[in-house]
């Protein structure tokens, strides 16, 4: 009698445990909704607001005073010239120190400096490298309020993403693929030029796209050197007719970007001007995700792909 | 290899021993030189770091000629642009740390269940969906985010609250905590599952619950890793500028009230860099100031993080 008692106590004991097991998972699924809810939201809000205004002559209009008839056209121009300028900076140093940390650095101090500095700089707030790129690239470099200014600080800004990614794909190479490529006579640099870094390539080209997604949205750094809201011209085009062909006077042009040109519209109170940046945030938007997206399809093909 | 280093001095080497010996002399130079290539593409992240401390150190010095520490630090009006101008940085240090606390009171809840849930409870197929698709929402720019926060988030707010103004530090601080979720639950996540199967398969054997197993094994195991994304949620909010820029208003208000709008003291170096201050003006030296104090408290940040770490490190 008193042991059918104790077995449904013990058994009604262990529901109310159990139960709350469903609660907690429930709890885990509602807060991993907020974040799904609130992604779609502002997802469906840019598209609503901004779709309509997308057409060819926003792509291929400067900015203008009238909102109807201003465009992105000097923004995006500027954005993927300042990408270059970024990607030719953030990737052979990004790439370069990963290789050093993981092939060459001896274990001393000097390399446990280098080490603590990149993880405090992936810490420091955007805005910091803005100011940065003020007093030292415009001002005592004088490179002025250009795209060289603007891609050397993004290019930095971006720099712990590569090396991190750099490193974790180096690490993913074992031993033995090293060990016989030595054993063969090779040198320390032949060794990562034929093995370690093709081998790593794909892993580094997933941390240069998150890296360069993240360029492309920085908004706080490329304000803070002074980039101008209204650029109503081109910069000079790289490829010209005449001899040397080649012009590099792009890089000190000044130039606006995609989140500046976004933000621009946005701190106005005209209606019209709101669903221009929402129409550039929604290209913006896209751009990110679809880059983020490929990184992530990336890493799984690898994940998946590469049995050593 | 046919040359012994030994040898050298003994017998002179001719013919095509000599030519062995160059060869392998300049590889032995490239082999270096490539090594110092590399050295010194590690230094520039270092130089990155020493040239911030130079350039914020440097204008800094140059303010506090201007204006002394004791009003920087006890001044209650923040008017750095008028004819009658005052610098206390409590004022933006006020907006910083409300909308921060905004941020941290969505994020950290949100953020540790989440990561509980992913590394404890969710089957296999959910985490392998939402954990790229936290990683989509940590990937949105943070400009994105503003526009939100003013054009969604206050609408709705407003219609609870009619009175709320515009430009508020509380939807900023929504939005911003939403923004931070990501980073919070995948470092806490990494640090649970970092947690050895061991311990978890004997709280179950001992007849524990998944939940009791999670609570009360887990995440004690795990605290040191939660303890340090928690750390990086809060110097990603203070650190954060366009939600700010765009959602608070750039008023500067020294309040601890989320529902008001004011300036934090990242708005404010957007603010002056939107304008056009002559280089090298007490205006001009007053983001670096700015910028210095923001520095040297995401640095304690740091600090606190690595200490929290050492402290709490479990060793299995």
Redo the contacts between chains.
């Keep these: 009698m008193s042991y059918a008692r104790d077995l449904t106590a013990i058994r009604a004991l262990i529901a109310s445990h159990k139960r709350w097991d469903h609660v907690f998972a429930l709890c885990g699924l509602a807060a991993l909704m907020v974040g799904v809810l609130t992604f779609t939201a502002l997802f469906a809000d840019m598209a609503i607001d901004g779709i309509p205004r997308l057409n060819w002559e926003f792509l291929t209009n400067f900015p203008s005073r009238r909102p109807a008839q201003a465009g992105i056209l000097s923004a995006w121009v500027g954005t993927c010239l300042v990408m270059l300028v970024t990607a030719f900076f953030a990737v052979p140093l990004g790439v370069a120190t990963g290789i050093y940390l993981e092939e060459y650095a001896p274990k001393n101090w000097v390399t446990d400096i280098i080490e603590i500095n990149i993880t405090n700089l992936a810490g420091v707030p955007s805005i910091v490298y803005g100011l940065l790129a003020l007093g030292l690239f415009v001002y005592q470099f004088g490179f002025g309020q250009s795209i060289l200014s603007a891609g050397l600080t993004l290019a930095l800004l971006i720099l712990p993403v590569v090396i991190v990614a750099t490193r974790e794909s180096i690490r993913a190479i074992p031993q033995g693929i090293r060990e016989g490529a030595y054993a063969l006579g090779g040198t320390q640099w032949q060794v990562c030029r034929d093995h370690i870094i093709p081998y790593s390539s794909a892993g580094i080209l997933t941390g240069v796209i998150i890296g360069m997604a993240r360029a492309i949205g920085e908004t706080a750094p490329v304000i803070t050197i002074g980039a101008l809201t209204f650029i109503a011209f081109l910069p000079p085009a790289p490829v010209g007719a005449e001899a040397p062909f080649i012009s590099f006077d792009w890089v000190m042009s000044p130039f606006t970007v995609m989140p500046i040109q976004m933000f621009n519209w946005t701190s106005r109170p005209e209606a019209a001007f709101l669903q221009n940046a929402a129409a550039a945030g929604f290209i913006l938007v896209l751009m990110t995700l679809a880059m983020n997206g490929l990184a992530i399809y990336l890493r799984y093909r690898i994940r998946r792909n590469i049995k050593w | ?1 046919a040359a012994v280093p030994g040898d050298i001095s003994v017998t002179p080497p001719s013919g095509a021993m000599a030519a062995r010996l160059a060869h392998r002399r300049s ?1 032995i130079v ?2 270096k030189a ?2 110092l ?3 010194l ?6 130089f ?2 020493a ?2 401390v ?3 150190v ?2 800094s010095v140059a303010f506090f000629q201007h204006v002394p520490l004791l009003d920087f630090l006890t001044d209650t009006q923040w008017t750095p642009l008028f004819d009658d101008a005052h610098f206390g940085i409590v004022v933006l240090l006020s907006g910083t740390l409300t909308s921060s606390l905004v941020a941290l009171a969505i994020a950290i ?3 540790t ?2 990561a ?3 590394s404890e ?2 089957p296999f197929s959910v985490r392998e969906v ?1 954990k ?6 940590g ?10 926060a ?3 988030i206050t609408p709705i707010l407003q219609w609870f609250y009619p009175e709320l103004p515009g430009f508020n530090l509380l939807s900023a601080g929504i939005v911003m905590g ?1 923004m931070i ?2 980073y919070v639950a995948s470092i806490s996540e990494d640090a649970m599952r970092a947690v050895p199967m061991s311990l978890r398969e004997g709280s179950y054997a001992m007849g524990a ?4 197993t ?1 609570i009360k094994v887990v995440v004690p195991a795990a605290f040191s890793g939660i303890a340090s994304a928690y750390i ?1 949620g809060i ?1 990603r909010a ?5 939600i700010l ?2 959602a608070a208003g750039m008023q500067p208000n020294l309040t601890l009230n989320p529902l008001e709008p004011a300036a934090t003291i ?1 708005a404010y ?2 603010q002056v ?2 304008g ?1 201050l002559p ?1 090298g003006s007490v205006g001009y030296q007053t ?2 100031a700015a ?1 210095l104090t ?2 040297l408290f ?2 304690a ?2 600090v606190a993080g690595h200490m929290l770490r050492k402290a709490f490190r479990e060793t299995y």
């Design positions: 290899m590889r490239r082999e490539i090594e290539v590399l050295f593409a590690a230094m520039v992240s270092v990155t770091t040239g911030i130079y350039v914020l440097k204008e809840p949100l953020g269940f989440i509980i849930y992913l409870f969710a939402a790229p698709f936290l990683e989509l929402l990937g949105v720019p943070t400009i994105i985010y503003g526009y939100f003013l054009l969604f939403i979720v990501p619950t998944r939940y009791q999670a990086l110097s203070v650190g954060e500028t366009m820029a765009v990242t170096i957007v860099a939107l056009d280089h983001i670096f910028g923001l520095m995401t640095l940040c740091n």
